[in-house]
């Protein structure tokens, strides 16, 4: 590590909008990067994390502003420039890449093209249109993509989720930047794509010696590739220090609470949960294209998310389906749930021929698989009260009106909300709040199979671990079998008995946790495994970590 | 209901909605104000504005123009409002059931909509007018049917985009049934635009009925301000008055409903509006 | 990882020639139906159908209407006489104004042109006017030149086509003097080839002014609108951190992405504008199809009026074929998405 200082932000302020729900988005912020170093900023929604790396270049959104404090650059107070001088600094010297690879590039131009845009602006003098072009197939050709020259001609939605954030480095990269602010660039990413991103960052950021400023919510990225890191809640810093001395021994108990609450740190309980018996559930060679019609002449686009899937769920056990996205891990639940009809396969449950149900007698089963959808904010109706929509589901099966509402509000305390929740909306709840509204809403049919898709993905890190927490007890309160959907595998390290591996719609391994954990069978399960963010600190079932953590 | 509080303090839409509610007291209080037929001759012929009694002068056959603007709003709002409830119906019915089934049933009644959108409305009213003959429920007729493809499409695009939301899919799975879902969930969550656009609608609707009066369609027994505007043509230079006025009240009517409209919008989809309106 | 190997000329090449195919299959969709439509139109009139075309309120020639009634197949069942009437339409026999003593066909052949010249402009001032003030108002949202223009533009949208014709008649012409009130050309004048163009340009301009005014308002307040939605996208973001000047952020990366809603809307509005140039045509006494209609309207004219519908829904059709064209220019995702 060089002594060189590059960025140094002393007691910064970044002051909101009147009439929101704090005063300052950041406060009394204070945090350095030096050159040839990776210093993680850590935070969880609302920490301020990502206005600070944006007050940096001063990109901020309209109403946003900086109250107080300094930003040194290279010694001088870049917070008090000229727009000018910002600009020059912008895709220059300081260059910042962003988390949604698809929104951050211009739909309608050609990504070479965005790429000479950015060589344009700085490069002085101008280069000659050959020099331009070339330079521009040497970026792409350094952040790893093949075939250059295509792809220099390519429309971004032609590329991959991957293929577009390393053209997003590419550009980054243009002006050789002394410092790099990368804003959360593999959160929308698969897990084995995040995994190369952040190797390309770490071979340029060490290729080049530049300072990295990376913001990320996720503990195990910053294991992985942080020399440093800073923590921030609410707007403040509440710890910082090197990556060995915050994640062995940390003296925040906010920070520790993080640490903890990483998944697959928890260990599952890996004694016998005593699961035995004839399957509850059992779906044979189930199979699903999606067609698209695109217009008279055309011929429709095939896509075939589900190939040839069994599975199987025995009363009280919980299985996770792991996979990336095109899995068909998703298709998969919704098949389940008969949201959508496969073209062909069997599901038996409970004795029943699952999927010849209609009508009424497919009502009548319902009740007893539910589901808890990805997104908290779109899965409750905006307009009805949180009581009316747990209630509904008894309701609708002949529950009097006065009893659901007696359960749902029982329910509601169960999941840990007061029953005056029962008379609210759901807008007047946070994330995490509403996905156990829907927990209670699920529960509400005592169903014996609960099917969580993504369930945890949306929230927080220390809000996940309360769920799966909540989760873990309800199934052993009411007897629930799981099938737990998942792209993440700590989580499902964390909660399941049994893991399902699926890839281009196939099933590609399947075994106890354990086993797949410690003895992968099939490449692309090493992969994943390979891909966790932070193995080496945080030890899955069965994996040998080779620094202890310290755990409060 | 927050949304009525929400509304009322509104600027623009309250200008609005007073410069409406002005229009259609004027529409209640026509006979109790000019209790003569708006048709009768009441004077010398060509009487500019205030002048011998008269507010707005007189037109070429004597007869009291601000009586006929009196009259004229009943007509323009009645037309306006009962044309574009049957634009409503079918355009709603339409594209909900465009949106809720999906696949062939939404492939042909999209071209259907289509096809009435390729058309000419105003031509096809014209037609279907002349058709049927120049009455107050043919000229209903006409308009209801040339104005409700932008209701279907919008519903059907609500109707769509909700079938797919996760609140929509987990009331099915708490086995409601699908009547149920749709009256509970669906329509609630889409009636906002469509109570909108229905607003916007009825701005059209008067824009559509005038200009059929102008042309001489409309129904002959019922003043109009089209009609007003249409007869003011050849004497335009001797009697500005003549056009200039029931042209000022279609312009006052047409700007109050489209200012309520936008409302209606800010108030009853307020995150988007507010982003749109700051930048 | 996979790489998409796409030629894009070539692609897109593909696509072109595929929508246009698409475009024809709608075109001849278009005119049987309304063809099919006119013809339940002149059986659901009230009184005989010979009467109904041969279009004369009132006692027509006995000799006449047996005539007719042999030519049209009338006494025939229904779907033999609609095969008969399709038949005719697409050999281009529009029928006959017994009104006019000419075949419908050379009539609107003759008026066409001057309804595609007001309507044309009209298109094209509102849609290029719209952009270009849309996109001054949306760049200096908030500020009292975008409330002006917000002003204005409500009431230019809330304004009578026809009202405003006639207002701007008051003003340009009875009271100022700057402009023709009505016509197409001056009449009884020699010009040269060049004085003629300005003539009917002089000519021109109020009524595609008026017709136009309202879809200015429209495609304006839209491509506002739209302006500051893109402004808070992402890449515009990415544009700034990569150290853009904003004018050159606004031509660049704001205006092809705003303008696609826009274009679309256009596409849909056609029909509306094209309904509108026929009470332009009546105030302005300009000589094409909707001054026609008027005409017809007036004298029961059947066949006319049946005859202009189905060329007018024709230039509708005409017109969404060009903002379609306008859309695939600027946005490749169509083209190369059907093409890949």
């Given at each position: 590590m060089s002594e060189d200082l590059l960025l140094s932000v002393e007691n910064l302020s970044v002051a909101l909008p009147p009439g929101g729900d704090r005063g300052f988005a950041v406060e009394e912020v204070s945090l350095t990067v030096r050159r040839n170093e990776i210093v993680c900023l850590v935070g969880e929604s609302g920490s301020g994390k990502s206005i600070t790396a944006h007050a940096v270049l001063r990109l901020l959104p309209p109403n946003v502003a900086v109250a107080s404090g300094a930003i040194r650059f290279g010694g001088t107070d870049?917070?008090?420039?000229?727009e000018d001088t910002m600009r020059g600094l912008r895709g220059g010297a300081i260059s910042m890449i962003f988390q949604e690879p698809l929104s951050a590039l211009n739909p309608l131009a050609r990504v070479g093209d965005q790429i000479a845009k950015a060589i344009l602006m700085h490069a002085r003098p101008r280069p000659a249109r050959a020099a331009r072009a070339a330079r521009v197939l040497e970026l792409i050709a350094a952040v790893g993509l093949p075939d250059p020259s295509t792809l220099a001609r390519s429309y971004p939605f032609q590329l991959s989720g991957g293929q577009r954030q390393r053209i997003m480095i590419a550009m980054a990269m243009a002006n050789n930047p002394a410092l790099l602010l990368a804003d959360e660039p593999t959160t929308a990413l698969d897990v084995t794509t995040q995994k190369k991103i952040l190797m390309l960052i770490r071979q340029l950021q060490a290729e080049r010696g530049m300072g990295v400023l990376f913001i990320t919510h996720d503990f195990g990225v910053v294991a992985d590739i942080a020399d440093r890191v800073v923590v921030m809640r609410n707007g403040r810093v509440v710890e910082q220090g090197t990556v060995d001395a915050v994640l062995r021994a940390p003296k925040d108990a906010y920070t520790k609470a993080l640490i903890a609450a990483v998944p697959g740190t928890r260990p599952a309980s890996t004694a016998s949960r005593g699961i035995t018996g004839e399957p509850l559930l059992s779906a044979l060679g189930l199979n699903k294209t999606f067609v698209t019609r695109q217009g008279l002449f055309r011929p429709a686009r095939r896509v075939q998310a589900v190939r040839d899937v069994a599975l199987s769920l025995r009363p009280r056990e919980t299985v996770a389906v792991v996979g990336e996205s095109g899995s068909g891990k998703s298709t998969l639940g919704r098949i389940i749930m008969r949201l959508i009809e496969p073209d062909a396969g069997t599901v038996d449950f409970d004795g029943e021929n699952f999927l010849g149900l209609r009508g009424r007698q497919l009502r009548a089963a319902r009740r007893k698989v539910q589901i808890v959808f990805q997104d908290p904010f779109a899965a409750l109706d905006p307009r009805q009260k949180v009581g009316e929509a747990i209630a509904r589901g008894p309701m609708a099966y002949g529950a009097p009106a006065s009893e659901a509402m007696a359960d749902a509000k029982r329910l509601l305390a169960r999941v840990g909300l007061k029953d005056s929740a029962a008379g609210r909306y759901p807008h007047e709840f946070s994330g995490g709040q509403r996905q156990r509204i829907c927990i209670a809403r699920a529960l509400a049919l005592k169903p014996v199979v609960l099917v969580a898709?993504?369930?945890?993905?949306?929230?927080d890190v220390s809000v996940q671990a309360h769920i799966l927490a909540l989760l873990a007890e309800l199934r052993e309160e009411m007897n629930l079998a799981m099938l737990f959907i998942t792209h993440d595998l700590r989580v499902a390290a964390e909660i399941a008995d049994r893991i399902v591996v699926m890839r281009y719609g196939e099933i590609v391994e399947q075994g106890e946790t354990q086993s797949v954990f410690r003895s992968p069978r099939h490449a692309y399960t090493r992969a994943l495994l390979d891909a966790i963010p932070g193995r080496r600190l945080f030890a899955g079932p069965g994996g040998a970590a080779s620094a202890s953590v310290m755990i409060a | 209901m927050d949304t009525l509080k929400a509304f009322l303090r509104h600027p623009t839409g309250m200008i609005g909605f007073v410069i409406l509610a002005a229009v259609v007291a004027l529409a209640a209080a026509a006979p109790a104000l000019f209790p003569d037929d708006p048709w009768d001759m009441i004077g010398a012929p060509f009487r500019p504005p205030l002048s011998d009694g008269l507010w707005l002068g007189s037109d070429m056959?004597?007869?009291?123009v601000a009586a006929g603007i009196a009259y004229g709003a009943r007509v323009s709002l009645l037309i306006g409002v009962v044309s574009t409830l049957a634009a409503v119906f079918i355009g709603v019915v339409i594209g909900a059931i465009a949106g809720y089934f999906g696949d062939k049933v939404d492939e042909v009644m999209m071209r259907v909509t289509e096809l009435f959108q390729t058309i000419p409305g105003f031509i096809l009213a014209i037609l279907l007018v002349t058709t049927l003959g120049p009455s107050l429920t043919n000229v209903i007729i006409a308009i209801g049917s040339v104005s409700w493809p932008p209701l279907a499409r919008l519903t059907r695009a609500e109707f769509l985009r909700l079938r797919g939301r996760e609140f929509v899919q987990a009331a099915v799975c708490q086995g409601q049934p699908p009547f149920a879902v749709v009256l509970r969930h669906i329509l609630p969550n889409a009636i906002s635009p469509i109570i909108v656009t229905g607003s916007l609608t009825i701005a059209t609707a008067i824009l559509i009925e005038s200009a059929l009066s102008f042309m001489g369609l409309g129904d002959p027994n019922l003043m109009s301000w089209g009609f007003m505007i249409g007869a003011s043509r050849t004497v335009m230079r001797q009697a500005w008055w003549m056009s200039v006025f029931p042209g000022i009240a279609i312009l006052l009517t047409l700007l109050a409903i489209n200012l309520v409209g936008e409302g209606l919008n800010d108030t009853l989809n307020p995150r988007i509006a507010r982003r749109a309106r700051t930048a | 990882m996979s790489v998409i190997a796409l030629d894009a000329k070539g692609g897109r090449g593909v696509a072109v020639v595929l929508g246009i195919v698409g475009w024809l299959a709608k075109f001849v969709a278009v005119v049987l139906v309304i063809a099919t439509f006119n013809f339940v139109l002149v059986h659901a009139a009230p009184g005989d159908p010979a009467q109904v075309i041969a279009g004369?309120?009132?006692?027509?020639?006995a000799k006449l209407l047996s005539q007719l009634r042999a030519e049209y197949g009338l006494d025939k069942p229904y779907p033999v006489q609609l095969a008969t009437y399709l038949k005719r339409i697409l050999t281009l026999d529009l029928g006959f104004s017994y009104r006019q003593q000419r075949p419908v066909l050379s009539l609107l052949a003759e008026r066409l042109p001057a309804t595609l010249l007001l309507t044309g402009t009209a298109f094209l001032i509102a849609l290029f006017l719209g952009v270009v003030l849309g996109t001054l108002a949306g760049v200096r949202a908030g500020t009292w030149s975008d409330t002006l223009f917000t002003v204005l533009s409500l009431l230019l949208y809330a304004m009578p086509v026809f009202w405003l014709g006639l207002m701007l008649v008051l003003l340009f012409s009875v009271r100022l003097d700057w402009l023709p009130a009505f016509g197409y050309v001056t009449i009884g004048v020699e010009m040269t080839p060049l004085q003629h163009i300005r003539d009917i340009a002089s000519h021109l301009v109020l009524p595609a002014v008026s017709l136009a005014a309202v879809y200015l308002a429209i495609y304006a307040r839209l491509m506002r609108s739209s302006v500051i939605e893109v402004t808070h996208q992402d890449f515009i973001k990415t544009a700034r951190a990569k150290g853009l000047k904003q004018g050159r952020i606004v031509a660049r990366h704001i205006l092809r992405n705003a303008i696609l809603p826009v274009v679309t809307v256009a596409g849909m509005q056609a029909g509306a504008l094209v309904g509108g140039a026929v009470v332009i045509e009546t105030v302005f006494a300009w000589p094409g199809l909707g001054r026609l209609t008027y005409d017809a309207v007036l004298q029961r004219d059947y066949p006319v009026m049946l005859g202009i519908f189905l060329v007018m829904s024709i230039i509708v059709i005409v017109l969404n074929l060009v903002t379609d064209a306008i859309y695939r220019l600027i946005d490749p995702r169509v083209s190369l998405r059907a093409a890949s």
């Amino acid at each position: 590590m060089s002594e060189d200082l590059l960025l140094s932000v002393e007691n910064l302020s970044v002051a909101l909008p009147p009439g929101g729900d704090r005063g300052f988005a950041v406060e009394e912020v204070s945090l350095t990067v030096r050159r040839n170093e990776i210093v993680c900023l850590v935070g969880e929604s609302g920490s301020g994390k990502s206005i600070t790396a944006h007050a940096v270049l001063r990109l901020l959104p309209p109403n946003v502003a900086v109250a107080s404090g300094a930003i040194r650059f290279g010694g001088t107070d870049i917070a008090a420039a000229d727009e000018d001088t910002m600009r020059g600094l912008r895709g220059g010297a300081i260059s910042m890449i962003f988390q949604e690879p698809l929104s951050a590039l211009n739909p309608l131009a050609r990504v070479g093209d965005q790429i000479a845009k950015a060589i344009l602006m700085h490069a002085r003098p101008r280069p000659a249109r050959a020099a331009r072009a070339a330079r521009v197939l040497e970026l792409i050709a350094a952040v790893g993509l093949p075939d250059p020259s295509t792809l220099a001609r390519s429309y971004p939605f032609q590329l991959s989720g991957g293929q577009r954030q390393r053209i997003m480095i590419a550009m980054a990269m243009a002006n050789n930047p002394a410092l790099l602010l990368a804003d959360e660039p593999t959160t929308a990413l698969d897990v084995t794509t995040q995994k190369k991103i952040l190797m390309l960052i770490r071979q340029l950021q060490a290729e080049r010696g530049m300072g990295v400023l990376f913001i990320t919510h996720d503990f195990g990225v910053v294991a992985d590739i942080a020399d440093r890191v800073v923590v921030m809640r609410n707007g403040r810093v509440v710890e910082q220090g090197t990556v060995d001395a915050v994640l062995r021994a940390p003296k925040d108990a906010y920070t520790k609470a993080l640490i903890a609450a990483v998944p697959g740190t928890r260990p599952a309980s890996t004694a016998s949960r005593g699961i035995t018996g004839e399957p509850l559930l059992s779906a044979l060679g189930l199979n699903k294209t999606f067609v698209t019609r695109q217009g008279l002449f055309r011929p429709a686009r095939r896509v075939q998310a589900v190939r040839d899937v069994a599975l199987s769920l025995r009363p009280r056990e919980t299985v996770a389906v792991v996979g990336e996205s095109g899995s068909g891990k998703s298709t998969l639940g919704r098949i389940i749930m008969r949201l959508i009809e496969p073209d062909a396969g069997t599901v038996d449950f409970d004795g029943e021929n699952f999927l010849g149900l209609r009508g009424r007698q497919l009502r009548a089963a319902r009740r007893k698989v539910q589901i808890v959808f990805q997104d908290p904010f779109a899965a409750l109706d905006p307009r009805q009260k949180v009581g009316e929509a747990i209630a509904r589901g008894p309701m609708a099966y002949g529950a009097p009106a006065s009893e659901a509402m007696a359960d749902a509000k029982r329910l509601l305390a169960r999941v840990g909300l007061k029953d005056s929740a029962a008379g609210r909306y759901p807008h007047e709840f946070s994330g995490g709040q509403r996905q156990r509204i829907c927990i209670a809403r699920a529960l509400a049919l005592k169903p014996v199979v609960l099917v969580a898709d993504e369930a945890v993905s949306a929230l927080d890190v220390s809000v996940q671990a309360h769920i799966l927490a909540l989760l873990a007890e309800l199934r052993e309160e009411m007897n629930l079998a799981m099938l737990f959907i998942t792209h993440d595998l700590r989580v499902a390290a964390e909660i399941a008995d049994r893991i399902v591996v699926m890839r281009y719609g196939e099933i590609v391994e399947q075994g106890e946790t354990q086993s797949v954990f410690r003895s992968p069978r099939h490449a692309y399960t090493r992969a994943l495994l390979d891909a966790i963010p932070g193995r080496r600190l945080f030890a899955g079932p069965g994996g040998a970590a080779s620094a202890s953590v310290m755990i409060a | 209901m927050d949304t009525l509080k929400a509304f009322l303090r509104h600027p623009t839409g309250m200008i609005g909605f007073v410069i409406l509610a002005a229009v259609v007291a004027l529409a209640a209080a026509a006979p109790a104000l000019f209790p003569d037929d708006p048709w009768d001759m009441i004077g010398a012929p060509f009487r500019p504005p205030l002048s011998d009694g008269l507010w707005l002068g007189s037109d070429m056959l004597g007869r009291d123009v601000a009586a006929g603007i009196a009259y004229g709003a009943r007509v323009s709002l009645l037309i306006g409002v009962v044309s574009t409830l049957a634009a409503v119906f079918i355009g709603v019915v339409i594209g909900a059931i465009a949106g809720y089934f999906g696949d062939k049933v939404d492939e042909v009644m999209m071209r259907v909509t289509e096809l009435f959108q390729t058309i000419p409305g105003f031509i096809l009213a014209i037609l279907l007018v002349t058709t049927l003959g120049p009455s107050l429920t043919n000229v209903i007729i006409a308009i209801g049917s040339v104005s409700w493809p932008p209701l279907a499409r919008l519903t059907r695009a609500e109707f769509l985009r909700l079938r797919g939301r996760e609140f929509v899919q987990a009331a099915v799975c708490q086995g409601q049934p699908p009547f149920a879902v749709v009256l509970r969930h669906i329509l609630p969550n889409a009636i906002s635009p469509i109570i909108v656009t229905g607003s916007l609608t009825i701005a059209t609707a008067i824009l559509i009925e005038s200009a059929l009066s102008f042309m001489g369609l409309g129904d002959p027994n019922l003043m109009s301000w089209g009609f007003m505007i249409g007869a003011s043509r050849t004497v335009m230079r001797q009697a500005w008055w003549m056009s200039v006025f029931p042209g000022i009240a279609i312009l006052l009517t047409l700007l109050a409903i489209n200012l309520v409209g936008e409302g209606l919008n800010d108030t009853l989809n307020p995150r988007i509006a507010r982003r749109a309106r700051t930048a | 990882m996979s790489v998409i190997a796409l030629d894009a000329k070539g692609g897109r090449g593909v696509a072109v020639v595929l929508g246009i195919v698409g475009w024809l299959a709608k075109f001849v969709a278009v005119v049987l139906v309304i063809a099919t439509f006119n013809f339940v139109l002149v059986h659901a009139a009230p009184g005989d159908p010979a009467q109904v075309i041969a279009g004369q309120s009132g006692s027509a020639d006995a000799k006449l209407l047996s005539q007719l009634r042999a030519e049209y197949g009338l006494d025939k069942p229904y779907p033999v006489q609609l095969a008969t009437y399709l038949k005719r339409i697409l050999t281009l026999d529009l029928g006959f104004s017994y009104r006019q003593q000419r075949p419908v066909l050379s009539l609107l052949a003759e008026r066409l042109p001057a309804t595609l010249l007001l309507t044309g402009t009209a298109f094209l001032i509102a849609l290029f006017l719209g952009v270009v003030l849309g996109t001054l108002a949306g760049v200096r949202a908030g500020t009292w030149s975008d409330t002006l223009f917000t002003v204005l533009s409500l009431l230019l949208y809330a304004m009578p086509v026809f009202w405003l014709g006639l207002m701007l008649v008051l003003l340009f012409s009875v009271r100022l003097d700057w402009l023709p009130a009505f016509g197409y050309v001056t009449i009884g004048v020699e010009m040269t080839p060049l004085q003629h163009i300005r003539d009917i340009a002089s000519h021109l301009v109020l009524p595609a002014v008026s017709l136009a005014a309202v879809y200015l308002a429209i495609y304006a307040r839209l491509m506002r609108s739209s302006v500051i939605e893109v402004t808070h996208q992402d890449f515009i973001k990415t544009a700034r951190a990569k150290g853009l000047k904003q004018g050159r952020i606004v031509a660049r990366h704001i205006l092809r992405n705003a303008i696609l809603p826009v274009v679309t809307v256009a596409g849909m509005q056609a029909g509306a504008l094209v309904g509108g140039a026929v009470v332009i045509e009546t105030v302005f006494a300009w000589p094409g199809l909707g001054r026609l209609t008027y005409d017809a309207v007036l004298q029961r004219d059947y066949p006319v009026m049946l005859g202009i519908f189905l060329v007018m829904s024709i230039i509708v059709i005409v017109l969404n074929l060009v903002t379609d064209a306008i859309y695939r220019l600027i946005d490749p995702r169509v083209s190369l998405r059907a093409a890949s």
